[in-house]
């Protein structure tokens, strides 16, 4: 006996084992059952969701034996003939293949006789939007005014391409995909009728896998079948459909959590050994994000019997929802990118990647090989130290042994401001004379801040040449002094985290710095360092600048821990702030989240050795980006701070919003200056001309 595939033995035969399509069950049974009947219906839907099936029953019911019915019979000649494709009085025709005027007027010719055997004749048309322009003019007539004997069923896939006229002569219903339940619940009840044992996540896989269709998840259930032995796991059902694991994908996230690079990218490799797809990957990576996002923000999501419950529960407390939603969009977008990546491969790493750089800056440890050939290993060795032994040609020394990573970290901060501060003092300056400022070197990018002056001098300094200090006489900084800033740590007292106590008194705070005019130097929302070497040298009959700080004489590299590297500070001394924050904001050598917090930030004041900033976003101040900022101001200001972000409002006083407030006005007055153009204004009034809003860029 040939073999029925699950598709054609479990078609359903009545309205009431139709599965996902209640709309369209309900408005025919009541149709069917008030004898109120159309003479023409269209389904439209995606493939596999019922339209035949639905034309069929359809025309089971107007022509059983019983009478016209909701509930057809089954038994009766008319029921099972069309079942079986072989009633007379039903004609299935597909417009792929009849698509031409002939076909439809040969189809139209034989509707004027009378039924042979049932009660109507019933021509359903599939695929009807492949019939052609003329094709559909022929049927109008005979579709508006049918003999009443005759009832049409259309059924298409794109709806989009029927001409209005036909569809204003029809009743139309849009079958819906079915959900990944109501398929899962379907499957289950057809293998328990056949007998074959079947996992419930094999049968939520396969759900999901056949998009809305029923008919394709049947199909897949036959093909697991045959791959599985006759039984149905999810490991089989897994392989056979090259589905992602999921636990993958929870690896993924909790190394992202952890800043853990190495870890994202064994995950990706061993996507990679098991032939696994980064696009499918990516798509289920969202769909995860999604479920976590929910979690955080819907009480009792998940339900305790769904996948991997227990796992996104722990990553919505683990993540915060700002990194969710950024990860989400992340994930979203790079699923196109793929095809324009080298590969696939470096396509899903560099997206994981994005996340990370994303997720927060990465620890200063780095891995380096250790200066032992022979040695396999790679030990950890703070950037600060490798630049700091570069630039002196000494080698950085280890940690010692149980020193905490906190105090190893701190230990290479200050070794790296001892180190710039030597370097000052033992810098090149180029000769000067008296009452002329040193012309600066060409540069390929010059910066767009001012220059500040450096302090007088009464004769020209000579070269010399630069030499690296004796590692013996630098003094490094006391390192037990500096705390680090922890996002969301309790601070010294117990009064809880900086934001919390946003409002508590605070005892001599400095006044806040002064609201700056637009000048050019935010011409740029992140503008280049200025070039130190190249400082003009004031003359000696110039009266006294502000008093500068030896630190920001000479910054160290951009991007190092050490914003500025004092030349001699003493430690304890009072801070001050001699220039405003907006300006100093810009000028700190931070990159990344930790330059942005800067710009966002708001001067607010100092309390003893504590500076006090507030930002409008709390996200903001949270990870490794305040701690970066605190090490850029202890460089500043030449000792030890302490650093309290405050989460409120900001006002007008932040580099963001200076910047912001120049680039309106140079924008004004490049509109200003257009409108004022004669030449403009005779294109205006001459020639009907005009100005495209948003064309004028201020230069």
Known sequence: MTYLVLARKWRPRSFDTLVGQDHVVRA????LTTQRLHHAWLFTGTRGVGKTTLSRILAKALNCQEGITATPCNVCPACTGIDADRYPDYLELDAASNRGVEEMTKLLEQAVYAPSAGRFKVYMIDEVHMLTGHAFNAMLKTLEEPPPHVKFILATTDPQKIPVTVLSRCLQFNLKQMPPDAIMGHLEQVLQAEGVPAELPALRLIGQAARGSMR??????????????????????????????QRYLVRLLDALAANDGPGMVAVADELAARSLSYAAALGDLAGLLSQIAMAQRIPGLPADDALLADDIRRLAGLLSGDAVQLFYSIALHSRPELALAPDEYAGFVMACLRMLAFA???????????????ASAAAPVRRADAAGAARTGTESSAPAAGATPDAARLSGLAAARAAAAALQRGGV??????????????????????????????APEPARARLAPDPATIAPLPVQSVQPVQAGAPTQSDKGPPWEVAEAPRAAVAPSAPQLAPSSYFESENPAPPDWESAPVAPSTAPAPVAVPAARQRPAARGDDA???????????????????PVLATRLPLRGMAAELARQAEWVGI??????????????????????LRGALAGYFGQPVQLRMEVGETGSETAHAVAQTERQARQREAEEAIDADPFVQALVTQFGGEVIPGSIKPV
């Open 360 to 374: 927060g800056e990465p620890d200063d440890v780095v891995s380096m090989p250790m200066p032992d050939a022979g």
């Open 563 to 581: 914003a500025f590297a004092p030349e001699a500070a003493a430690s304890g001394a009072a801070l001050e702030l001699t220039e405003p924050w």
């Open 429 to 458: 300056r180029k000769p000067a004379t008296a009452g002329r400022p040193v012309a600066a070197p060409p540069a390929a990018h010059p910066p767009a801040e001012p220059i500040v002056p450096a302090p007088p001098v009464s």
């Open 28 to 31: 025919l049974s009541q149709a």
């Open 216 to 245: 394709d998840a049947l199909s897949l259930t036959d093909q697991a079948i045959a791959y599985s032995g006759a039984n149905v796991s999810e490991d089989a059902v897994r392989g056979m459909l090259g589905a992602i694991d």
């Open 607 to 628: 309390e003893g050795s504590t500076i006090v900033l507030k930002v409008a976003t709390r996200t903001l101040a949270q990870g490794p980006s305040a701690d970066r």
